[in-house]
């Protein structure tokens, strides 16, 4: 363990680097922190925490940067608590009132807001929404020979489509069958409809067409749900941050984000964990060697739901994106809570 004049050098390094983004020289320590030495024995400290691990040399500079093990002992150790501000708190509740309306928006705005707010790129993972209740069917009018199905949720989940009404048929024919279906389905979460309600509505329905055609609705409302769904905003403010302003060397990094499935697979390693930071070298994927991931996961009445996350330069905020995340998550459970989940 480092003595506590280590530490403390070891801290105003990072915290200097985190806001300047220049690799930091005993002289610049010494005359903006209070460390009590002289800029001699500060250099000395410096040379011990490089060969020790927790600084690198920057070779066109004469200052250190941290490394991913001198980050690591910052954020368990060292890392000074920054809580949210009341205005930044007010900001994300008015956001939150005036953006969300339905259970889909509180995902998307999410990932806005931690993007806004962070500066990085942001990463929410929506729960499989096969959870969420059926609520009605309904079929609008739409010519002679079409209508508008639209399904609903009560969780604010609409699918809906144009469809061709069988020869035969009527609007009064889909109107009839919407009541059987309203009749059988209402309350069912759409992930235990069983098949022996599908029965019940094509025998009272009578009308194989017809059944057909609504089946297929539901059918596609099933397999969009079933899939958990990734949110991802702040491409844009990440590669405003100075480590990435050479595209090629994050051209990696860009690609991975492309991946859906791969975003995921890295969000989901850390589900139920709560609050985890991974850093640098840690991360598993070379595109990400040289970023830091702050990962936390949310839950309702007990049950997981999925997780957020801030992708970002190792020279991150952690103290102030993890009050972010804490406050977001507790925020997100609320808002969920609102929408009837």
């Known amino acids: 363990m480092l003595d506590e004049r280590k530490q403390r050098i070891l801290q105003a390094v990072i915290q200097d680097y985190i806001s300047s983004a220049e690799p930091v020289g005993s002289r610049t320590l010494a005359r903006k922190y209070d460390l009590g030495v002289s800029p001699a024995t500060i250099r000395n400290e410096m040379a011990d925490l490089e060969m020790l691990g927790y600084l690198e040399h920057i070779h066109t500079s004469s200052g250190r940067v941290p490394s991913s093990k001198g980050y690591r002992l910052y ?4 890392l000074p608590v920054q809580p949210m501000t009341d205005a930044e708190k007010a900001m994300i509740d008015k956001w939150y009132k005036a953006k969300v309306q339905q259970l889909d928006q509180v995902f998307q705005e999410t990932a806005k807001i931690i993007s806004k707010l962070t500066r990085n ?14 609520r009605c069917m309904q079929f609008l009018p739409l010519d002679d020979h079409r209508v508008i199905a639209v399904l609903m949720t009560d969780a604010g989940f609409v699918e809906n ?3 061709e009404m069988p020869a035969g048929s009527s609007f009064e024919d889909f109107q009839r069958m919407a009541k059987v279906i309203n009749g059988c389905l209402a309350g069912h979460t ?21 059944y057909e055609s609504a089946m297929t609705l539901i059918d596609k409302a099933l397999n969009s749900q079933r899939k958990e ?4 905003g702040g491409t844009t403010e990440m590669m405003e941050q100075p480590e990435f302003h050479n595209v090629d060397k994050v051209k990696e990094l860009l690609i991975m984000l492309e991946k859906d499935q791969l975003m995921k697979d890295i969000l989901k390693a850390h589900l139920g964990d709560g609050l985890t930071v991974t850093i640098g070298q840690e991360n598993e994927y ?3 060697k040289d970023c830091s991931i702050i990962t936390a996961t949310y839950h309702l009445d007990g ?18 994106t993890m009050s972010l995340l804490n406050y977001m998550n507790n925020n997100l459970t609320e808002v969920i809570k609102r929408l009837h989940w």
């Not at 954020?75 to 060292?78: T, Y």
Request: charged letters at 20%.
């Open 121 to 134: 790129v942001s990463l929410v993972l929506a729960p499989q929404i096969s959870k969420a209740a059926f």
């Open 303 to 320: 049950e997981l739901l999925g997780s957020m996350a801030v992708l970002g330069p190792t020279r991150m905020e952690y103290g102030r």
């Open 161 to 163: 489509r144009i469809m």
């Open 75 to 78: 954020v368990d150790s060292l």
């Open 286 to 288: 070379s595109g990400i």
């Open 190 to 210: 759409l992930g235990a409809i069983q098949n022996g309600s599908l029965k019940q509505i094509e025998a009272e329905i009578g009308d194989n067409g017809l």
């Open 229 to 232: 769904r990734l949110y991802l």
